[in-house]
């Protein structure tokens, strides 16, 4: 009781008065909770350092819209939903990433329909290419 009593003050704080030592504390408590969540996901243009920045910024958010006379779940529940969430996001841009140079890709086939053969006709114009 003592420990949601002094985690809402916590939260009132970082609401109010942006105090950042107050959303230390907090992202010091769910610290196991968010390496956990780093692990899961696998994201290559994001190294460790940035996965945990992202996990600051959705603390202060989360901090500053989580109600607690109001909530329907924990904090820490509300957090985790939200740093998943993002993380989900992130995934979901890089995979469009990648997506959208595999569609830039010709296959060689359409390559030669738009450009023509280019590359026999110089070979037989050198006289490299053997006729059947």
């Known amino acids: 009781m003592q ?3 002094t985690l809402t003050a916590l939260l009132t704080e970082v609401k109010q008065n942006q105090d950042s030592s107050c959303l230390e504390l ?3 408590k769910y ?3 968010i390496i956990t969540t780093v692990k899961r996901y696998h994201l290559e243009l994001h190294d460790q350092d940035d996965l945990l920045q ?6 202060y958010q989360t901090a500053c819209a989580f109600d607690p006379q109001n909530a329907t779940t924990t904090y820490g529940s509300f957090f985790k939903k939200s740093l998943i969430n993002r993380y989900r996001t992130l995934l979901r841009k890089e995979q469009a990433l990648k997506r959208r140079g595999a569609r830039a890709q010709l296959s060689l086939e359409t390559f030669l329909e738009e ?3 280019m ?3 110089n070979a037989k114009s050198e006289g490299t290419l053997i006729d059947k």
């Open 3 to 5: 420990e949601e009593a």
């Open 26 to 28: 907090i992202l010091q």
């Open 31 to 33: 610290r196991p909770m």
């Open 54 to 59: 992202e996990a600051s910024i959705i603390c």
């Open 115 to 117: 450009n023509g053969d």
């Open 119 to 121: 590359f026999s006709d």
